[in-house]
């Protein structure tokens, strides 16, 4: 049986579109015929679960009962875990996965174990990328910079920048372009995933009315997030190989 992959995405920051890459990855998956289920750390409310509530469950990382339901159940027949962790828990997050010894059963290659670690513009952002590496051993680790509530990173130059990224050994970098504010704020509206708008459905896949308009900005925009994972080999993290299926599939939209 193929070994279990579990993403982490979260930032010490908050603000930072965490749960904008997390819908993104999800919709990624799926277009790529992934088994993934997801879980929402930012307890009560929930903001992953609202955009994708049948394979979302709402927990508290710092519970030692929803720790088990997430890593007690790997081997449920799902291929890919995706954590959405709530602003300012990452680095604490990380530090109760090593506690529970998920750390070293990823360093011994019995899990497949990946971060996306959404940057924010400022230095103190950058210094978050000292302290989660030294989690880091015997995962896939991707900093990424997400463009989509137009963030400028005008607070640090590209040097400085440098200056952290070659601390860590074998990090890969990733973009996440803006999006039109129109087409996001609707997307948001419609509670809907991205996919499901481009495709013009509702909650439930009923034909919806969304405009063409919007749903061509949010068609084009994935498949430029896509075409990131598609080059970062992201399906290779479940023994698949990247073909850029999911791209296709987000620039047509038309089911």
Do not use: C
């Not at 010490?12 to 579109?17: A, I, L, N, S, T």
């Not at 990173?153 to 040097?159: E, G, M, S």
């Amino acid at each position: 049986m193929a070994k279990p992959v579990v993403i982490v995405v979260g930032a010490d920051k908050g603000g930072v579109g965490k749960t904008t890459v997390s819908r993104t990855l999800l919709d990624y998956f799926s277009a790529n015929n992934v088994p993934t289920r997801a879980f929402d750390t930012e307890s009560p409310r929930g903001t992953l679960m609202r955009f994708h509530p049948d394979i979302t469950e709402i927990v508290d990382m710092t519970t030692t009962s929803d720790q088990m339901k997430i890593f007690d159940t790997l081997n449920a027949g799902t291929s890919v875990t995706v954590i959405d962790v709530r602003a300012g828990l990452l680095s604490p997050a990380l530090a109760s996965l090593r506690d529970i010894g998920f750390l070293d059963a990823a360093k011994s290659g019995q899990i497949t174990f990946a971060v996306f670690h959404i940057l924010g513009p400022s230095i103190a952002s950058l210094d978050e990328i000292a302290e989660t590496a030294n989690f880091m051993q015997g995962a896939k680790y991707y900093l990424v910079k997400n463009f989509i509530n137009d963030t400028q990173f005008f607070q640090w130059d590209q040097a400085t920048y440098n200056s952290y990224f070659h601390r860590i050994k074998d990090a890969t970098e990733l973009t996440i372009p803006k999006l039109n504010e129109m087409a996001y704020e609707q997307v948001e509206v419609s509670s809907v995933p991205f996919l499901k708008f481009v495709a013009n459905k509702g909650k439930d896949d009923e034909a919806a009315n969304y405009s063409f308009v919007l749903r061509g900005y949010v068609r084009h925009w994935l498949a430029n997030v896509w075409s990131e994972f598609d080059r970062i080999k992201l399906t290779d993290l479940v023994g698949g190989s990247s073909s850029g299926g999911g791209k296709s599939s987000a620039r047509s939209g038309e089911k």
